[in-house]
């Protein structure tokens, strides 16, 4: 299976800063990779697919890039209700994986 | 609006068997493969098993295969996870999800299964 990694495993970033998270594949998914923000509490939420569309919903500060192997979201401008629990996860083939996810807190 | 709404967990003895349901309203689900992931306590997620529209395919991660069975009713707009042999490994806050194959687009609120005894 493919195995995604994630780091860091947690950030901290000032309100107003930028957060960059990066999600990594033990081989390439091409550009099959989607990211989930998961509030405390609360079910994930479908933020990014195909590596760099947006959900529908979703603000235009959280962007995503890369393919491949190599992939990253980024939070433009860290807002607090932005603290959460980010997701990574490949599609390219069965079975589906997820990375261990990045703890972005608010510093 | 997509809603996903799961039922069905609960406390379960090791060994014993439970059936979860994911009630679907909001789009055409015959039209849709769907999806089952489950998170443990303060863990991250894990993807379980996923189902094709017409219910003809379905997939299943190494953890739950052979022990876990995913159906679905298109006339009851309803997917199901018949869950056996149960461990306590397989304790877990499992949701249903829209998506079998791609991004998982949206997510019902869980249903937590306990097993212990």
């Known amino acids: 299976e493919i195995v995604m990694t994630q780091s860091p495993a947690t950030l901290s970033v000032s309100p107003g800063e930028r957060a960059t998270l990066s999600c990594r594949a033990s081989?390439?998914?091409?550009?099959?990779l989607a990211w989930y923000q998961q509030k405390p509490g609360q079910a994930p939420r479908l933020l990014m697919y195909?590596?760099?569309i947006r959900a529908t919903g979703i603000p235009g500060r959280f962007s995503g890039s890369g393919s491949g192997t190599e992939f990253t979201l980024t939070i433009s401008s860290l807002q607090s209700e932005d603290l959460a629990v980010y997701y990574c996860?490949?599609?390219?083939?069965?079975?589906?994986?997820f990375g261990g996810g990045t703890k972005v807190e608010i510093k | 609006e997509v809603q996903l709404l799961e039922s069905g967990g609960g406390l379960v003895q090791p060994g014993g068997s439970l059936r979860l349901s994911c009630a679907a309203s909001?789009?055409?689900?015959?039209?849709?493969?769907m999806d089952w992931v489950r998170q443990a306590p303060g863990r991250g997620l894990e993807w379980i098993s996923a189902?094709?529209?017409?219910?003809?395919?379905?997939y299943y991660g190494d953890s739950v295969r052979g022990r876990f069975t995913i159906s679905r009713d298109n006339s009851k707009t309803t997917v199901y996870l018949q869950m056996n042999s149960l461990r306590a490994d397989d304790t877990a806050v499992y949701y249903c999800?829209?998506?079998?194959?791609?991004?998982?687009?949206?997510w019902g609120q869980g249903t937590l299964v306990t097993v212990s005894s």
């Open positions: 909001g789009f055409t689900f015959s039209s849709h493969a």
């Open positions: 996860q490949q599609y390219t083939e069965w079975p589906l994986t």
């Open positions: 189902i094709s529209d017409t219910g003809g395919k379905t």
């Open positions: 999800a829209k998506g079998g194959g791609a991004a998982l687009t949206s």
């Open positions: 195909d590596a760099f």
């Open positions: 081989q390439s998914v091409s550009g099959n």
